[in-house]
C-alpha cells in the first residue's frame, strides 16, 4: 500500500500563488502516473493536471498556463505549482497516484479569496 501525504495548502488572494506536494511513501512511485484533482462543494471532482513516469504533462483548460505539474521520482514526490489563482479555483485539492481505482492522498484545501 502507498501512502500519500499533502501539504502546502491554505488561504490565497486571487493573483497569488501555492505550491502544493504530495509525498508517498513505497519504492514503487515511479512507475504509477501521477495525477491532482480537485472538488468543488457542489460539484463532481475534475482532473486538474497529470504526469506519466517520462514526465508527459496533461492539463485541463481552464488551468492550462497557470498551474505546472512536476514529480521528482527520487525524492517520490509530487508537485502543482498554481500561480495566477482565481477564485474559480477554490476546492479540496487530492494527490492520486495510479488511476481512479489506484491511491489517494487526503485532500488539502485550497481557498483563493481576499
Known amino acids: 500500500q502507498v501512502q500519500l501525504v499533502e501539504s502546502g495548502g491554505g488561504l490565497v488572494q486571487p493573483g497569488g500563488s501555492l505550491r502544493l506536494s504530495c509525498a508517498a511513501s513505497g519504492r514503487r512511485f515511479s512507475i504509477y502516473v501521477m495525477a491532482w484533482y480537485r472538488q468543488a462543494p457542489g460539484k463532481q471532482r475534475e482532473l486538474v493536471a497529470d504526469i506519466t513516469t517520462i514526465g508527459m504533462t496533461n492539463y485541463a483548460d481552464s488551468v492550462k498556463g497557470r498551474f505546472t505539474i512536476s514529480r521528482d521520482n527520487a525524492k517520490n514526490t509530487g508537485y502543482l505549482q498554481m500561480n495566477s489563482l482565481k477564485p474559480e479555483d477554490t476546492a479540496v485539492y487530492s494527490c492520486?497516484?495510479?488511476?481512479?481505482?489506484?491511491?489517494w492522498g487526503q485532500g488539502t484545501q485550497v481557498t483563493v479569496s481576499s
Open positions: 492520486n497516484l495510479g488511476g481512479l481505482h489506484g491511491y
